[in-house]
């Protein structure tokens, strides 16, 4: 069991310096001048609108089978929605 909750540590650690290593490039490159305003907002809709989907999508998928997958419509349909207003 310790090890588990070793396992499960480590790999928790593991994205939280990912995703913190990517908030400190980002903020590198807006203090560089690298990325303007706009392009900064143009990314971040991007990234929201497009790839937080396919990465549900894709982490899902592995669990998805027809019996399954009616549970997630109400998800997606909720993001559909969002993105278009």
């Known amino acids: 069991m310790a090890s588990g909750?070793?396992?499960?540590?480590?790999?928790?650690?593991q994205a939280s310096v990912s995703v913190l290593l990517t908030i400190v490039y980002g903020g590198i490159a807006a203090s560089l001048g690298f990325l303007?305003?706009?392009?900064?907002?143009?990314?971040?809709?991007?990234?929201?609108?497009?790839?937080?989907?396919?990465l549900l999508v894709y982490?899902?998928?592995?669990?998805?089978?027809?019996?399954?997958?009616?549970?997630y419509v109400p998800v997606l349909g909720e993001h559909v929605l969002y993105s278009l207003v």
Do not use: Y
């Not at 982490?59 to 549970?71: I, K, P």
């Open 59 to 71: 982490s899902v998928g592995s669990q998805l089978n027809f019996e399954t997958s009616l549970r």
């Open 36 to 54: 303007s305003e706009s392009s900064a907002k143009d990314i971040s809709q991007v990234c929201v609108n497009m790839f937080l989907p396919a």
């Open 5 to 13: 909750l070793l396992a499960s540590f480590l790999g928790a650690l």
